[in-house]
């Protein structure tokens, strides 16, 4: 195993990552870069996957990592059709113009 | 008697008359209709045929059992006696609650404050003993006499199907209540006869009086019926059980035995209450003060109604609950006294009332009230067999009155008002003549029945209190007085009828459009003196319509109503008979257990040596009749019917100078002595006070606030959860999610 500060450091970067993605998305109103703060949220994710897997030598963690990789990339083809999609209706990006479901 | 057949198969007497209501009830609107007579005919018919022959083996079997005659004591032989003339039959259980277990004798009755073990059992049962056989005779025999009346009184009617079907009701609650073997059976009928007769003087439902008084009428019963139901618990209290002999007379399990055997001190105390309790029943269903506001009213029904239930059987049912529970009143002297003074504080007020009313069926309805008094008088004085006696006499007069008022009523169309009629012997002879038999024994004339039933009850209350004898002798001057103030106005005198048809009292007949020109056909107190010449002068029309609301020449006394009027004129002339000069009544009576026991304890408690002539017991020595009572009281009715001679007859504007010369008395007789006003005054406006206050505010601003309040919070934090958490913004939503796991995660690692 490697030297548990190491490991420390690593972890604490992927949960800043996160808690950075998931300030953003709750506080920006641009579509697109809601999706991109869920992408950080992601990529924070994936550096604790892989921090772990090399603190007990456990490529399953990698190999989670890489799906997580495959899986953020079709999901982010989904969301931008989406929001192309969204934005076409209403002819903004913002994600206010969507409080109609409200109530 | 147990083993009489008609002992065994005795829920045949009741029964037969409900079936016969059921049937004209579901069958009568669409498809008996008129005939729906015929299933009451044949039911009460049955019932009273049944009776009949009862009354006839129990004298056949108290005849046997004093043939043996031998070293007995009276006493023993009469014990003896009693017990072949008295039978217990239970059908089956009908409320069982408690442990069965639990013992229930004499020696160990339960209070079922604190015993667990304790054991209410009700048996679906009758009793019969010579009292129930003289109540069910009354009961079912005239109340078949009724039912043949009513078919020709109430036809053409369009309820016809429903008179009848609640008369049979009526008869079969009234033949539970005097046959049943325990309190509440007796409470049953007591309830049950209520109830027929809200639905019978409701009868006219679309009159409003008649509704008013149908309502009256159950409202103050139920008065009463609150202080008779809790008698009743008190008694299961003191006791242990609410039947009154128990499965057998003499096995002592029974309240009407155990009140007179060894009484630990709770029982005594519990036993000076039971009186006072049962006696506001007796007071509300017999129409005593101050409960007898209702039974004026009650004449709103037909009269057929008035006759059977408020005169001859239902009214009667306070007189025969006494009687039959004496055992349980007569250890309390105070409650005796206050039943003999409540008694005659009522007869005395009605005779008075009766003096100055006008309306025919109102004057017979006091008349009940104050005759009622006098048998109260006499169950209080200690003497069942002359109030028995009486109620028996009663019936048969007071019944026959009733219905040829209705006779009359028929025949003038509706109007019941005696100063708008007179001299109508010409027009109803047979009924004139019964009217009057009826009338001589209301009156207590000398040889009528009703001069020998009220003699023994004024004898026994001069034996308790001078007083109660002196005013019971003035109210029977009265009763002589108003009695004959009615046949005299009504039946003799100048022929007078009603000009126009009154609003018909529901009748069948269409008013008529026929109205007689002369003036003075009305008549007020002022009408001509002279006395019985036919007047013709004054009324034109009398040959060829009879002037009053009939079409054509109509005979106003079919046969169907003559029978049976004559049959009770029998009965008011030669009832008294029975009791004088032999005592053959008071001996038969005698022999229920019920008066036995009530003398066992009632001798051991007054040492009095008459006592057993009162109660039908054998006694050592005879005392034989009163005879200077008979002649003071025989000459104060003939001085009675002499006086309304005078005042009614030979000078009719005489009546009316002694009432205004009497100015206040009269007007309080008038006014009935503002009862009415009083209780509507002081009960009836409270409690509908009351009534409003729960409904108006209470109800509207409490309740439903309440229950608005409930579903203002719902509501509320819906409002609060759409404000909060539903804005539509996205990130709002992502927030919710990250608080929610975090509490979750919190959860799970500070477990």
Known sequence: MSELSFLQHYLA?????????LIGFMTRRNLIVMFLCTELMFQGVAINLVAFSQYYGNFG?????????????????????????????RNTLDADAWKELKG | MQELWIVQHSWLIPLLPLIGAAIAGLFGAKFLRQQSHWPIWLGVGAAAVMS????????????????????????SEASEGSSKLSAVKDFFTWVS????????????????????????????????????????????GIGFLITVFSAGYMHGEEGYWRFFAYLGLFIFMMC???????????????????????????YYYEKPSAREAAKKAFLVNRVGDFGFGIGIMLCFVAFGTVSYFGPQVGSHTGLLELAGGHLSAPQQHYLYWIPFCLMLGAFGKSAQFPLYVWLPDAMEGPTPVSALIHAA??????????????????????????????????????????LRQFDLKKVFAYSTISQLGFM????????????????MTHAFFKALLFLSSGVVMHAMAGELDMRKMSGLHRVLPITNIVILIGCFALAGFPLFSGFFSKDDIVGAAFHKHWIFGALLLFTAFLTAYYTFRLYFRVFQGPLVVPEAPAPAHGHGHEPDEHATASQSAIETHTAPASGVDVGQAQHAPLHDDHGHGHDGDHNHEPMIMMLPLIILAIGALFAGYLNFPGEWFAEFLGKSPSLQQTFKIAESVNHDPHLAALFGQPETSHAGHNWMLMLISGLISIAGVGLAYVMHLRDRALADRVARGLGPITWAIEGKYWVDQIYQGTVVEPLRLFGKLFAFVIDRFIVDGLIGLAA????????????????????????????????????IFFR
């Open chain 2, 52 to 75: 009949l022959t009862l009354l006839f083996q129990t004298l056949h079997l108290a005849g046997e059992s004093e043939a043996p005659a031998g070293n007995h004591t009276a006493m």
């Open chain 2, 97 to 140: 609650v408690g442990d069965p277990a639990s013992n229930n004798t004499a020696d160990h009755p339960q209070d079922v404050l604190g015993n667990p073990g304790a054991h209410f059992e009700v048996k679906a049962g009758f009793f019969f003993d010579t009292l129930t056989v003289i109540m069910l005779c009354v009961v079912t």
């Open chain 2, 376 to 391: 109260f008088v006499a169950v209080g004085a200690l003497c069942p067999v002359a109030g028995v006696f009486h109620l």
């Open chain 2, 176 to 202: 539970c209540l005097v046959m049943g073997n325990n309190l509440i059976m007796l409470y049953l009928g007591w309830e049950g006869v209520g109830l027929s007769s809200y639905l019978l003087i409701g």
């Open chain 2, 313 to 354: 059987t239902m009214v009667t049912a306070g007189v025969y609950m006494i009687a039959r529970c004496g055992p349980l009143f007569v250890q309390n002297g105070t409650a005796m006294t206050t039943i003999a003074a409540v008694g005659t504080f009522t007869a005395l007020l009605a005779a008075t009332i009766a």
């Open chain 1, 61 to 89: 963690g990698q190999a989670f990592v890489i799906f997580v990789l495959v899986i953020a990339a079709s999901e982010a083809s989904l969301a931008l059709a989406l929001v192309v999609l969204l934005f076409r209706h």
């Open chain 1, 13 to 21: 970067v992927g949960a800043i990552m996160f808690c950075i993605g």
């Open chain 2, 712 to 747: 203002y919070a719902s509501w509320a934090w819906g409002y609060f959860l759409k404000l909060t958490f539903q804005r539509g913004y996205l990130q709002g939503y992502a927030a919710s999610m990250l608080l929610g796991i975090a509490i979750i995660l919190l959860v």
